[in-house]
């Protein structure tokens, strides 16, 4: 695990700026190494969430699906009516 504490912030910032830069695969790979590092993490809901528009976007329903029912399922995430109407 990492012992600087705002790597997982950096990471996440890292992935939603490429994302908003239209870098999706830079986007997607950020988003990926976040949940393979820091699944426990307060912003592990909204990155399947972000991961569920990049699949949305790419027409890859499927995985979209399963990427908003992941955030959706997440306790006390505030966006989880978003994403299950997403789905």
Known sequence: ADKNAVAPDALYALG???HELDDKAGAAKSYEDFLKRYPEN???ADVKLKR???HFSA???PQAAAQYAAAAATPNFGQADY???RQ
Do not use: D, H, S
């Open 83 to 85: 994403a299950l109407l």
């Open 42 to 44: 307060n912003l592990a």
């Open 16 to 18: 939603v700026t490429q």
């Open 59 to 61: 027409k890859e329903y």
């Open 52 to 54: 569920g528009e990049l």
